[in-house]
């Protein structure tokens, strides 16, 4: 036997670290998960940051207004008007015999001037500080240059005590009352000359804050009459078209506070979100059958309109009220909870029950908006029920346009980890925020933001 001296000396190879491998679904679901979640969260704040813009102001420089409130007894009525363009047109620095400032020597003090000679001057012009003292001479202007007529009648304007608008310089605020009147007119003519004589580009609106008979809450924008230098006088028609007319305002002011306010909407699709789903293994999984979603759907709609229809008639008539500020926070509260359940199951079959506790609260904040619209001022039982008519009407139109698609998507993926993690963080970042400003009276913007998408967003 021949060994052969001629094989190759034995060399060992250089050591190579395979690449690890998770086996299939091993340690890929909770990672998955988390980074879908952060995209979501980034990418609500990006949008809501992207969004928030500057608040506008109904006042502009260079108008004035006229409001009218239309009661079933009474009207009554506001000026409001800039204190730059009334110290601009320099109306109270001349005298009958036209007489200015700058004609009297420069050493005279105007203070001591005597005003029985005819001469009223405002040394500095009116401002927030001086209007309690100056406030006399713009009442006797207004009376001056607006005549209200009934049936050619002048009606007398009395005036209230005064307010002050910190907006845009300030503006002057002069409520009134109109007297003469027997009952409400059907029509009402204006004389309307305000700095028409000083500031021709000036001009003057009517605007009708309430009248329950036409439908008109807490308008702020509706313009009734525009007056100029060369339509001074004018007449407005208060139409009386009946209690239906009003009673329809009411209830769909009534759909759209449900609609518009996201607080209370905020809330009751949080529980219908989870009302299509069951607890299993301490987290949430698609409810197999029907007709328990189906039925835990109908108890928390029912719980919760029993519930705030309850406060909300209470509050109304001034049975009972709670201080709506902790109400405020209360709800906040209420909308937080429901978005944690969302996340990780908190009450299931119970869910009910949570929308009848916290839905006595939602009433109390449903009247406080009632009263802030001044729907209450007339017809205050049948304000109330249509206002909870509306309101449950718009409910039942998120219901029904929202449940079926919950119904049928329980089972998919992409509701079980998209949609109802997305939709719960975001709820609980807006209620977050509404629990800040309400408990520590503070603005955030982006809670603005998203009510000014809404309101642009529906009709």
């Known amino acids: 036997m021949t060994i052969d001296s001629r094989r190759k000396p034995y060399r060992r190879k250089p050591y190579r670290r395979k ?11 909770v990672t998955a998960k988390s980074r879908r979640l952060r995209t979501w969260l980034w990418g609500l704040i990006l949008v809501l940051a992207a969004t928030v ?12 207004y006229l409001y009218l409130q239309i009661y079933q007894d009474t009207v009554t009525g506001r000026f409001e008007i800039a204190l730059s363009d009334l110290n601009a047109a320099k109306i ?24 029985a000679a005819g001469f009223t001057a405002v040394e500095s012009g009116i401002t927030a500080e001086n209007l309690d003292q100056q406030v006399g001479l713009l009442q006797d202007y207004y009376r001056d240059h607006v005549t209200i007529r009934h049936q050619g009648k002048p009606l007398g304007i009395r005036f209230r005590e005064h307010g002050f608008l910190n907006a845009k310089g300030g503006y002057v605020l002069l ?8 009952g409400v007119p ?49 007449e407005y028609h208060l139409t009386t078209s009946g209690r239906m007319t009003g009673f329809l305002a009411v209830a769909r002011m009534g759909i759209e506070h449900i609609w518009i306010s996201l607080d209370h909407l905020f809330f009751l699709v949080a529980l219908l979100f989870a009302a299509v789903l069951r607890k299993k293994d301490r987290r949430w999984a698609a409810e197999e059958r029907f007709m328990p979603a189906f039925l835990k759907v109908v108890r928390i709609v029912v719980a919760f309109s029993l519930a705030h229809s309850v406060t909300l008639s209470l509050a109304g008539l001034g049975i009972f009220n709670l201080p709506g500020r902790w109400v405020e926070v209360i709800v906040a509260v209420s909308i937080a909870l429901a978005a944690i ?22 009433g109390f904040s449903f009247a406080r ?12 039982g049948l304000s109330l029920f249509a206002f909870n008519l509306g309101i449950e009407i718009g409910q039942m139109v998120v219901v029904v346009a929202l449940v079926p698609v919950l119904l049928l998507v329980r089972r998919w993926k992409i509701y079980r980890q998209w949609a109802r993690p997305a939709a719960a963080a975001f709820i609980l970042l807006i209620s977050s925020a509404w629990f800040i400003e309400r408990a520590f009276d503070v603005d955030i913007p982006i809670t603005e933001t998203g009510q000014a998408v809404i309101e642009k967003v529906l009709p």
Do not use: C
């Open 369 to 380: 908006t009632l009263w802030k619209m001044g729907a209450l001022e007339d017809h205050e």
């Open 341 to 362: 359940n969302l996340l990780i199951p908190i009450f299931d079959r119970k869910a009910w029950l949570v929308a009848l506790g916290f839905g006595f609260f939602h």
């Open 186 to 234: 059907e029509s009402l003519t204006f004389d309307y000359s305000v700095l028409f004589d000083e500031t021709p580009d000036h001009r003057g609106y009517l605007l009708v804050e309430h009248n329950w008979a036409t439908g008109t809450f807490a308008n702020e924008n509706g313009i009734s009459l525009t007056f100029t230098p060369d339509s001074r006088r004018q």
């Open 92 to 115: 109270f620095a001349s005298t009958g015999d036209d007489i200015t400032a700058e004609d009297l020597d420069f050493e005279i003090n105007l203070s001591d001037l005597d005003p």
């Open 53 to 64: 813009g500057p608040q506008s102001s109904a006042h502009n420089i260079g108008q004035s």
């Open 19 to 29: 690449p690890y491998r998770r086996k299939p679904g091993q340690g890929t679901a």
């Open 175 to 182: 409520p009134f009352d109109l007297e003469g009147l027997e």
